[in-house]
Nanobody, 116 residues
Framework: QVQLVESGGGLVQPGGSLRLSCAASGFTFSNYHMKWYRQAPGKEREWVATITSTGSSTNIGNSMKGRFTISRDNTKNTVYLQMNSLKPEDTAVYYC?????????WGQGTQVTVSS
């Protein structure tokens, strides 16, 4: 079955950096686009970034452009989210996502807290 396991979250000061990872299994990872989303307390889940199956193209949400980078390693079945210049408003649970056979799959999420 499809499994997505996020890691790398934590508490970081404003201006700091974190690198999130999402390990995938249960499907042919290299054939699928991957996405990151986030959900802050009391808010709807928000799309963060997308990377194509080969990693040749990426797209980042407007509020995160220039600070976040999505990448993947198809030899490790892992997608990454590098987050720099973090702001308090980036505080959220971050989820990776794949749409496999017309169904959305989510990991359990990893908490990112940006606070001094």
């Amino acid at each position: 079955q499809v499994q997505l396991v996020e890691s790398g979250g934590g508490l970081v000061q404003p201006g700091g950096s974190l690198r999130l990872s999402c390990a995938a299994s249960g499907f042919t990872f290299s054939n699928y686009h991957m996405k990151w989303y986030r959900q802050a307390p009391g808010k709807e889940r928000e799309w963060v970034a997308t990377i194509t199956s080969t990693g040749s193209s990426t797209n980042i949400g407007n509020s995160m452009k220039g600070r976040f980078t999505i990448s993947r390693d198809n030899t490790k079945n892992t997608v990454y989210l590098q987050m720099n210049s973090l702001k308090p408003e980036d505080t959220a649970v971050y989820y990776c996502n794949v749409n496999w056979r017309a169904k959305n799959y989510w990991g359990q999420g990893t908490q990112v807290t940006v606070s001094s």
